[in-house]
């Protein structure tokens, strides 16, 4: 019984639980097993919707996992390399309709913006907020799972690919878990 609970709990920690549908957003591949190591790597592939404080756990007991080069606060330590023949062009103003899949709900906070990949800090403000997201006392409402966002002009910074991702981010402090999706795209 007590066996059945543990492994039961297991199961549903790593089921996992958030990630951008549409556009395609970045997958692990061998550009990141060179960054993040094996094990890291593989329960990224395995699981696609964790989160990255599971990674950074999962990281920690291995090896080849070096928190400084596998930098999981950005893109979930997924790469470019790995990601290169899906890269949007997008237009300064253009509507970008963004789709979430979320499988399982914990209330925190989200937002979807720009993001210089050198130095892993945005680039102007937050395209779109929510001060509550995936709540558990409330039904899912449709715009956290569909909505669009306005692409300012980062014409100047993003214009080489793998420069910038529009990064999909969602943070809830109730349970310790983030997400994240990167978009990469060129202006
Ligand atoms: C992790 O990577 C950084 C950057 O390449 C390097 O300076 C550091 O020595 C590495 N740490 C370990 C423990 O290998
Ligand atoms: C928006 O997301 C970024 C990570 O992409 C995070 O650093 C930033 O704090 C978030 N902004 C807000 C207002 O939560
Ligand atoms: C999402 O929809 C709710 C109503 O269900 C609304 O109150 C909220 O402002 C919307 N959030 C955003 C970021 O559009
Ligand atoms: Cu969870």
Redesign the pocket.
């Known amino acids: 019984m007590r066996s059945q609970l543990l492994t039961f709990a297991f199961a549903t920690l790593s089921a996992g639980h958030g990630i951008v549908t549409n556009p395609t957003s970045r997958s692990a591949g061998n550009a990141m097993k060179a960054v993040c190591g094996q094990q890291v790597t593989n329960n990224l592939q395995s699981n696609e919707y964790g989160d990255i404080q599971q990674l950074s756990q999962i990281g920690s007991s291995q090896p080849d996992f070096n928190a400084t080069t596998c930098e999981v606060s950005l893109c979930k330590g997924l790469q470019f390399d790995d990601n290169s023949a899906n890269v949007q062009t997008f237009t300064p103003g253009q509507v970008v309709p963004i789709t979430v899949d979320i499988q399982a709900k914990h209330t925190g906070t989200c937002n979807v913006s720009v993001v210089d990949t050198a130095t892993n800090t945005m680039i102007r403000n937050e395209l ?3 001060p509550v997201y995936a709540s558990t006392s409330t039904e899912l ?4 799972t569909q ?1 669009d966002i306005t692409m300012p002009d980062v014409s100047s910074q993003c214009g080489t690919a793998g420069a910038c991702v529009v990064q999909w981010w969602w943070d809830s402090r109730e349970s310790d878990q983030t997400y994240m999706s990167c978009v990469d795209f060129t202006m």
């Open positions: 779109i907020y929510f409402p449709k715009n956290n909505f």
